[in-house]
């Protein structure tokens, strides 16, 4: 335990150590002591710190003090301040290399009042802080303690928040790594009880975002109150929203240039990770400054706590924070979680009636329609559900399922009382049309609908474009056509402003069509409808034309992409069979899974490698890729290469200069791997004085822009109609996806935490593998971790329907 943590009298005054004497005391996990002061739990050396605080400091009114509660996304707020404090000293400073983040970390910058800069005096040396204004300051005390010090001070403070549970798993994980141990059950099982007990350093959670709250809503332009999800889901509308509360707000001219894009950058948390600055050092408290760089992702804890400590904390939460609007700030799409024998686990979809108890009922109008009325137990009973994982042992648990999508019996919107939009988001895909047409049919054949609106442009068209009114007619051939009739953008979301128009214009059944991206920015829509205690159903259809998106089996457009994808490769094996030694190379999408490069391999059997984001490959030496190049060449005299976007992006960071812009929707522009990879076996080959003959296509904006075949039509057909009977049910807050061959309806947070990915200890894998019979290109240095997951988890075929979670495996390349 590190000294930081222990009580030494020799630094408490004698008045403190009165003081404590007088305090409830009580022990937190691994005996640490702690004691109360005004409603808050510290350890007896951080009470002097906050004493001390209390009473010495003198906050002048250009001050800015970030506020969390400890592992809250503190270091990446205080980063983005900085950098945004930095911008407006030095608006025209054209040196990067001057930036105080790359010479300082973010906890250097911005120091803790009560931990580095109090803790053992009333009167620190504050002149380096001085010299600049403002000073950057902060602290992880409730705003009680903390208004104690700044008396009637106008300084700024900034208070980030986060879900519970993840604050307490990122706690978990620095506190092991502190004390050099592994990833300690024990100290975590210790941990939660403390934390649910409230007896925690700073605790308790529930008190600290309250107090930070309603200081926002007292003092809403001096407290700015922000989401770690929503900065994560809308990074580029929370930074300018942040840019604004401090006096510094984006010019359009910055906004055009690409200021937001170079600082969000600058502060993402691989970029500080990277700093040579974070790698080395510890903190005042003994930590070292690269524990402090974790994933940083949205619902992890679902790798670490079990499905009844989430509810545990869950509860609590709704408990100590009911009646409070602050409630849905610490929600995030909580999960509703059934559990029956057997190890049966539903993971459940919120529904209208759970925040507004009490609506009306009604007769589903499709018992009365003709068309359906041949159909034997037409109506979906309400106990159906689909198991994630449809391959178990005789002895297993039964496992997680979804609740199964269709019609239901009573329905919670009158047809004349529904009004509906649509929204199309992110890149184009194959079948968006198709999606729209089958929406709009759906309301208006099945249930009577007539007010249908498209929202045009993507999310800001909800508050900066008109209004597309839909009908059957609109609508009636729009599937044979490529792209989508109500135009899409990326970014552009801006929460508030979104439901604001919702609630104008009186919507209250909302589709929205779009990517991971999308899906997240749908979720924290849909919170805070729930927030607003709106009738609104808010509903998802993914679209990826990676397919990455976990848990269903496949996102639409696919299998038009694949058959497009086939054309390309077809074209470059005529290519390169018609000439000498001739190469031919095609780049498919996949930004970072490479599901669509390897399918139309496997559909092509034209391939002779096959080059994907999951599986790292080197150029030189033996065993490399020019070396399996040349080997092809002298066996048949041509090959063909298939490469996916987001493969080799290391190997070209170590040969061109990094790029580090983002488009809106926060996706990194990745390099062109296909030009960079077909001019290094150009380079290769003349360096050997090799006759090759290359050929280079690049088809990705022929295969997003194509109309979908016949069978994603039919999928897309089923998406959008399991879409609106769930919302005409009162479903809310999920998506329509397909899980192992049954429609079923998906919590928001289920594919927004991670992505799908090939898995390279798969069949899938090795049945490319032995149809390209290309090298694995693992170095004898590889090595995978098996112990981090048996092999019976691998039963359900990874690749084929992505519903298992295979952690990465760890790769060191030799060349």
């Known amino acids: 335990m590190e000294k930081w943590m222990n009580l030494r009298d020799e630094d408490l005054t004698e008045e403190t150590k009165t003081l404590i004497s007088s305090l409830p005391s009580e022990k937190a996990y691994l005996g640490r002591n702690l004691c109360k002061y005004q409603g808050s739990w510290y350890y007896y050396n951080f009470l002097q710190g906050v004493l001390n605080f209390q009473r010495g400091f003198k906050p002048q009114d250009t001050d800015v003090i970030v506020a969390s509660y400890p592992k809250c996304g503190t270091l990446w707020l205080k980063a983005l301040t900085v950098a945004l404090v930095e911008r407006s000293k030095n608006p025209s400073s054209d040196d990067p290399t001057s930036h105080p983040l790359l010479s300082n970390n973010p906890h250097n910058l911005v120091p803790v009042l ?6 053992d005096t009333q ?5 380096k802080l001085s010299s600049s204004s403002p000073r950057l300051f902060s602290t992880h005390t409730p705003f009680n303690t903390l208004q104690v010090a700044l008396k009637d001070s106008p300084c700024k403070v900034l208070y980030i928040c986060r879900d519970a549970k993840d604050s307490l798993v990122s706690r978990w994980h620095i506190v092991c790594r502190s004390l050099n141990k592994e990833e300690d059950r024990t100290i975590l099982e210790s941990m939660f009880e403390s934390f649910c007990s409230g007896v925690c350093l700073f605790g308790p959670f529930w008190d600290h975002i309250l107090s930070y709250w309603k200081a926002s809503l007292e003092k809403p332009k001096q407290v700015l109150f922000m989401r770690y999800d929503e900065i994560k889901i809308d990074p580029h509308g929370q930074l300018k929203k942040l840019a604004e509360f401090l006096g510094c707000p984006f010019s359009k001219e910055e906004e055009r240039n690409g200021s937001v894009d170079k600082i969000l950058e600058m502060c993402s948390l691989p970029n500080l990770r990277s700093l040579d600055v974070n790698k080395t050092g510890k903190s005042i408290n003994g930590i070292e400054y690269k524990n402090h760089f974790r994933k940083g992702i949205v619902g992890d804890w679902k790798n670490h706590l079990s499905p009844e400590m989430g509810n545990k904390i869950d509860m609590i939460m709704k408990e100590k924070l009911k009646d409070s609007v602050a409630m849905s700030t610490v929600e995030s799409s909580k999960p509703k979680i059934i559990n029956g024998s057997c190890g049966y686990v539903l993971e459940d979809v919120p529904h ?6 009490g609506l009306p009922t009604y007769p589903n109008p499709l018992q009365d329609n003709p068309a359906y009325s041949v159909v034997k137990q037409y109506f979906v009973d309400a106990d159906d559900s689909v198991p994630q994982k449809i391959v178990v042992h005789k002895d297993g648990p039964r496992g997680i399922h979804f609740r199964r999508a269709g019609p239901r019996q009573k329905v919670y919107f009158e047809s004349d009382e529904v009004h509906a939009c649509i929204v199309t988001c992110g890149g184009l ?5 198709t999606v729209i047409r089958e929406i709009v049919s759906s309301l208006s054949y099945m249930y009577g609908v007539k007010r249908i609106l498209g929202i045009d442009g993507g999310y800001r068209g909800f508050y900066a474009k008109n209004t597309v009114s839909l009908d059957s007619k609109v609508v009636n051939d729009i599937h044979k056509r490529g792209g989508t009739i109500l135009g899409t953008s990326r970014g552009g979301h801006d929460t508030t402003k979104i439901v604001d128009s919702i609630q104008d214009r009186g919507i209250n059944q909302v589709y929205i069509i779009g990517g991971d991206g999308t899906q997240r920015g749908a979720s924290v829509i849909f919170e805070e409808i729930r927030r607003r205690g709106l009738k609104v159903a808010v509903v998802g259809i993914p679209k990826t034309i990676d397919n990455d998106i976990p848990v269903i089996d496949k996102s639409f457009g696919f299998d038009t992409a694949v058959e497009e994808a086939q054309r390309a490769i077809n074209a470059a094996h005529v290519e390169a069979e018609s000439i000498e030694n001739g190469i031919g190379v095609v ?18 059997r034209d391939v002779d490698c096959c080059l994907i984001p999951e599986s790292p490959f080197y150029l030189e030496g033996e ?38 812009l983002k488009d809106a929707s926060g996706n990194k522009l990745l390099k062109d791997v296909g030009l960079w990879l077909s001019q290094s076996i150009k380079d290769h080959f003349n360096q050997k004085k090799m006759v090759m003959n290359l050929k280079y296509i690049d088809p990705t904006y022929m295969i997003r822009a194509v109309p979908s075949n016949a069978s994603d039509n039919v999928y897309c057909t089923l998406l959008a109609q399991s879409a609106v009977h769930g919302a005409m049910a009162g479903y809310t807050g999920y998506i329509s996806g397909l899980v192992n061959g049954r429609q079923t309806y998906i919590p928001f947070y289920r594919i927004t935490e991670k992505q799908n990915h090939v898995v390279i200890t798969d069949r899938m894998w090795a049945r490319l593998l032995s149809s390209t019979n290309q090298p694995s290109f693992l170095g004898p240095k590889d090595v995978f971790d098996n112990k981090e997951k048996p092999m019976s988890a691998l039963l359900d075929d990874g690749n084929c329907n992505g519903t298992v979670d295979v952690p990465p495996v760890t790769k060191e390349i030799t060349k």
């Open 587 to 604: 780049k498919l999408m996949g930004r970072y899974s490479g599901f669509i490069a390897m399918y139309a391999t496997l559909a092509s």
């Open 352 to 357: 209208l009636s759970d925040y507004l108890p």
């Open 623 to 660: 065993g490399g890729l020019f070396e399996y190049i040349e080997k092809r060449l002298k066996e048949s005299g041509h090959m063909v290469l298939v490469i996916a976007e987001g493969a080799g992006q290391d190997l070209m960071s170590k040969s061109m200069e990094s790029m580090t």
């Open 114 to 119: 009560e931990m580095n800069l109090y803790r």
């Open 123 to 127: 009167t620190p040396d504050l002149t």
């Open 429 to 433: 895909c194959p079948g968006l049309n």
